[in-house]
């Protein structure tokens, strides 16, 4: 157990430092980082050796070449008011003049919108490199353009936080057969050039997730699910013999969204984001071959160019990758990673990354700290769903300068063989089944609500916590679409749906919600005796006075100012099963104007401070209703907190009628968690705080014995 | 000055008392009130005498042998989810059995509706007085029923709150010819029976705003401009042979808002209120000419059953009524009462009202204070804007055990002639004119985002304290509508519009910024040098990227979730003219996910203390943008304080490039404020606080001096 299943960066100024670290943490595996090279003697460090390899980057003399077969983004220039019947486009202020350079050979790609009307104009021309308009006073009008993408936007970010100077790397498309072909002549020579590694880490592939800079070099726009940069020619062109359909600069603009994940899908974008999927792997089919056939692994690194190649997609297996890499964040990205179907290896990238901003004199307490916080964010979501490996990035010399920092990552590394083994071994239990419902189901799983990758936002982390929760709950977690309940039978093993998010995205599900069919459908399946957990806005549409089309569900629905006039006076707290012993429970920023119908039980209301009435003007957080034999919960906002994570596992159970299952393989205390693995009878428990913690425990018999864990502990008890 | 332009209550048993008082006040007029009756030498008390009198309640005789004449109402039953293919509906569940008969008689006005499809069916029938209906299983239903008002609803408030055992007054409805005659009988009968009065209050006319009871007799719905009581099938009828339309009960219900004032109306509905006002006018005037006749004056109580009689319509003026009479709130209510056309007097009757609930031993100093804070809002309204009488409701001999208070209302009677007298002989000076912009304009003069006549909502308060702050700022308002905008030159005398409520209502305008040519002349008139000003979501509409139709004219957005990919980095708060000096701006409910366009000063941002970012996530509260030679602000809400409304003023001055007119006519302490009379020279400087305050006091010419008032303190100035 002191050995195996971890992944260390090396370089070639650490070599013995390398190997007694390695030894410490059992690492057999080495990589390389930015900017570094490997060791010759690589192969004597580790059982494994991972090489960075870039594809569509790194050869600027083949980008120089080859200008016209750069990659390409549809980009929308600023928005601008004519005060006359004239007006002037640069299309390209605000960018970055490196990275975004306006293709004005093919103009015809170009689009021009009146934004008022939101109506394509045809009246306009370029003159001196700039957009001509005729303009309807006081219309405001912006540019949909192609531009080459002339610097690698995944290099601008490090060349410009890392000051460097190297020479910009050029893009180049695939999608071009020249280079398509150029670039699998070129993972052979590179592997010929490259004898001491065993694996080749992709970092990524063919396109990259949308990244566009300003012009003061800052970041102007980021979508980690964005087809932004498959503006390909060739490929709108393949697109369009092969569907008939030719899709416009508009299709990628879409009014500024860019197709955000946000927005349910266009059908004609969904369609072409398959046919980008089908494109990639059949490439990036042909390097993985390659490298089979000169004796590596090819590894994906779930980051960077991975767009097309989305890992819960149907072509991914097509690929056959052996294994994939990402980093961990906490238990959604452990999830995110783990469940990846189709790959041997799962690898995750723990943090502290080993970089100067944490390195540095006096500082090792911060790092400890951020390591055991990592860890223990990631360690329930790894009891339910174990990762094979776990790794480390950056220098490892400025890691080997905090001795108690590398005496406490060879103790994680420790913990985590060993959970690794237990649950391979045995299954974790689970106590019911629970859908997350959105418009993207299954493709997107553990991806829901992130922007930027896992960016914090105002706007969403009252609702990643439902995802951050349930990375660690005794429950199974599925990731369903609209489109799978009204196509498919996969309500049939579910106990209970959640549909969380803003009203009008793609999370709570918009215009889905038009669809009768899909409420008979959910309605009839909770009234026969299942749960339902709405968040946020759920089942939102356009109705004005009663925007929750399962608000007799839900028993609550939202003010939006056009009932105002009649009085909603269930404003009663109710003690409740889901909510006692629990006093703190945080609902982020909540959401407003939520009232309950009269049988509905609220189990949390906020008055104003400002004024009380009698009557509820909408401040209802937390409400539980019974909905003839099913019942349903309806939350405001629930960020990850322990005392939240609980509240909603009792928001489970009580919505599937498993209230009896509470004291079974539990732990009282919000901060113990506890995993039960059947087969073996062992139950690990988890403190997921700081502090010293006793509590009652109760086996899956509902046998009670007291128990005490220390801070952060991870006790196994075996029956 | 000590005399006249003072109304007080009497009664038979308190007329010494009630010549004592009227002496200390300067009262010249009496009246009577709920429950009491006049001395029959009342004409002995005073100049006026006021008598109470209801057009169509009272008489249970004429009721009972009419029970086909009573009024009506559409009301939606409660909303059922069928789990099976039929469903039985009770449509009286949930309502006031003495208040509402269902009128199974005239069944053909009934429909129901798939709530779940908003579709009516036809599938139903009537089966032991419930509505039996054939359904989709999983379905929601609802039965929109007419029915007969049996009790009067305003006297179901005063029985039930004060415990009345009297008989339960009926309603009847003179748009049936029978009623129509017999309400003009009765009043001469009246008039002839009640000869010691000269002032008949009508509390009110024909049809009662919408107010409903549930079955617990609780208040169920309220919305005090609502037409929904005026259900008559006569109108019905002459409506569609006048039209050629007939109205529904879904024009009524309209999915549950019931035409809720916050909802831009229907067209149709519209025309039928245009249709009931001319009606009512028709009738009240013909009961006014009785009055006139027999030599009384003829007073309208705004409140009650004045549907119809709406005093900024076009039909007002033809009911030849000599005075109006309503309660004082606030400078809003006081704005709403002085400026009603075509009447002589104007009336407020201030608060407290004299009843046991204040006037009980040992209160008087909160009466006090009830009074001077009453006195202190409505003053700051009454310097722009006097009214032309005052007075007081209840029982006098309870107010007469409090001596105190008699002695305070005696100081304030003499300021309130004060006020009247100055403001008669000069019009106060106005610095720039301000226009209120919604779907309503004119005829709601005041009346915007009133809920049930003034009660506190979560949803309505950041929005109101615009129109408190306006009702005492040296600034002229109007009230105009977008079809104004549209149709006439009325921004011809406008320096500054404000529109102000939450997306999609009538106040910010909803479908109206669909309209690209209102689009078009309010961003023109912006450019052109005036200015705009918006709160809460201004212009917003469906766009869901760029929500707010005049962003460009605001510099600032909503984010609605589709468009958090693209990073908004105008973070940082500026010093300026409208906020300088200023710390305590309170924006009350504010609003979530404004961000502001690049050149867009922001003034007021709110981070989260969960998590800072140095991108704006949507918190800008504050904002001023130039637009062309024009200028705007956004603010997030603002409820009335003093400082909110220092600050509002100062941004409609800068918006209307007239900062140099901040130091003319001004105090510069947030609580004194200055109202300047050019004709006579004189200043008042009113202390809006209860502190001692000195400031500094600038004159029309900028001349500067120091001012001290005491708390409260009215001060004249005259130069």
């Known amino acids: ?321 052996d294994s994939v890499v990402g980093s961990v964040g906490g238990g959604v990205t452990v999830r995110m990673l783990g469940e990846i179907p189709h790959v041997k290896i799962h690898e995750g990238r723990f943090l502290p990354y080993f970089f100067p901003d944490t390195f540095f004199p006096g500082n090792e307490e911060n790092a400890i700290a951020e390591l055991n916080k990592n860890w223990m964010t990631a360690r329930r979501a790894l009891l339910r769903c174990p990762l094979d490996r776990m790794g480390f990035g950056g220098y490892l010399s400025l890691a080997d300068k905090f001795p108690a920092f590398i005496n406490r990552v060879s103790e994680i590394c420790d913990e985590f063989r060993l959970i690794y083994e237990t649950s391979s071994k045995s299954k974790p239990h689970e106590v019911l089944t629970v859908a997350i419902l959105n418009t993207w189901g299954h493709i997107r799983s553990w991806q829901a609500h992130m922007v930027a990758h896992e960016l914090w936002y105002q706007q969403i982390y009252s609702y990643q916590g439902i995802y951050e929760i349930l990375s660690g709950l005794p429950v199974k977690v599925k990731f369903i679409s609209f489109d799978d309940v009204l196509n498919t039978n996969c309500l049939d093993d579910i106990d209970v749906i959640i549909n969380v998010g803003d009203e009008h995205t793609a999370y709570s599900g918009g215009e889905y919600w038009n669809n009768t069919i899909l409420i008979e459908k959910i309605r009839k399946y909770v009234a026969e005796g299942h749960g339902f957990i709405g968040v946020g806005q759920p089942s939102s549409t356009d109705n004005k006075e009663y925007p929750f089309a399962l608000g007799d569900v839900l028993g609550v629905n939202q003010e939006k100012g056009f009932t105002l006039s009649q009085d909603k006076y269930n404003i009663n707290k109710h003690s409740h099963f889901i909510t006692e012993g629990l006093n703190n429970i945080d609902f982020g920023e909540g959401m407003k104007n939520i009232y309950a119908y009269e049988n509905t039980k609220v189990l949390h209301i906020d008055f104003s401070d400002r004024f009380k009435r009698n009557v509820n003007v909408g401040e209802v957080k937390l409400a539980a209703n019974e909905y003839f034999d099913g019942r349903s919960v309806y939350i405001a906002g629930l960020p990850y907190s322990s005392e939240n994570a609980r509240m909603l596992y009792k928001a489970l159970l009580w919505a599937t009628h498993k209230e009896d299952k509470l004291n079974r393989a539990y732990a009282d205390h919000v901060e113990i968690e506890c995993c039960y693995y059947e087969k073996l009878n062992t139950y690990c428990l988890i403190n997921n705080s700081l502090e010293n913690i006793s509590c009652n425990f109760y086996d899956i018999n509902g046998e009670k014995e007291i128990i005490s864990l220390l801070p952060g502990e991870t006790k196994w008890i075996s029956k």
Request: proline content about 5%.
């Open 1 to 321: 157990m002191r050995k195996g299943r971890v992944t260390i960066p090396t370089d070639v100024t650490f070599v013995d430092g390398t190997k007694r670290i390695a030894d410490l943490w059992g690492a057999d595996a080495v990589r390389d980082c930015d900017g570094v090279e490997l060791p010759e003697n690589a192969k004597e460090l580790a059982d494994k050796v991972y090489n960075t390899y870039f594809i569509v980057r790194g050869d600027n003399e083949w980008g120089r070449k080859h200008p016209e077969e750069a990659q390409r983004i549809f980009l929308e220039s600023e928005r601008v008011t004519a005060n006359s019947t004239s007006l002037t486009i640069d299309v390209s202020k605000g960018f970055l003049k490196d990275q975004i350079d306006p293709d004005f050979i093919n103009l015809d790609r170009w689009q021009v919108f009146d934004r008022t009307t939101n109506e394509e104009i045809h009246t306009w021309k370029i003159v001196d490199g700039k957009v001509e308009i005729e303009t309807t006073p006081y219309h405001t009008y912006s540019v949909d353009f192609l531009a080459r993408v002339t610097w690698h936007p995944v290099q601008i970010y490090n060349y410009l936080t890392n000051n460097w100077t190297c020479e910009k790397q050029l893009s180049y498309d695939p999608a071009y057969p020249n280079t398509r072909e150029y670039i699998k002549r070129y993972m052979q020579e590179w592997l010929d050039k490259h004898p001491n590694n065993n694996v080749v880490r992709f970092t990524t592939f063919l396109y990259q997730f949308t990244l566009v800079f300003n012009d003061l070099g800052k970041e102007k726009m980021v979508d980690w699910f964005g087809y932004a940069e498959t503006a390909s020619i060739p490929l709108l062109e393949g697109f369009e013999k092969e569907t008939g359909i030719r899709l416009v600069a508009e299709d990628f603009i879409n009014n500024g969204n860019y197709n955000s994940p946000f927005k349910n899908p266009d059908p004609k974008f969904k369609k072409y984001m398959d046919y980008i999927q089908r494109f990639v792997t059949s490439v990036v089919k042909e390097l993985v071959d390659i490298c089979h056939k000169n004796n590596r692994e090819a590894m994906m690194f779930l980051g960077d160019d991975w767009i097309g190649a989305e890992p819960y997609g149907p072509y991914f297996k097509d690929m056959g990758l």
